[in-house]
């Protein structure tokens, strides 16, 4: 349980600093990122990411 508090506190931390970065500076990241894996599996993984980052912030 302690894990799991502390996992939402951090979340909720990384979507605050994130929704405060410019388009560019998040679209540098997600640059990064597709560039550093396989690009197929990269667009699978940012869909998931999105998808579950858009169910959290809704429960926020």
């Known amino acids: 349980m302690k894990n799991d508090k502390k996992f939402e506190t ?3 931390d990384i979507i605050v600093k994130w929704e405060s970065l410019s388009t560019s500076q998040k679209q540098a990241i997600l ?3 597709e560039n550093s894996t396989d ?3 990269s667009t699978e993984h940012l869909r998931l990411q999105s ?3 858009l169910q959290t912030k809704s429960k926020l």
């Open 31 to 33: 640059d990064r990122v």
């Open 51 to 53: 998808s579950f980052y």
């Open 10 to 12: 951090t979340l909720s």
């Open 39 to 41: 690009s197929a599996h």
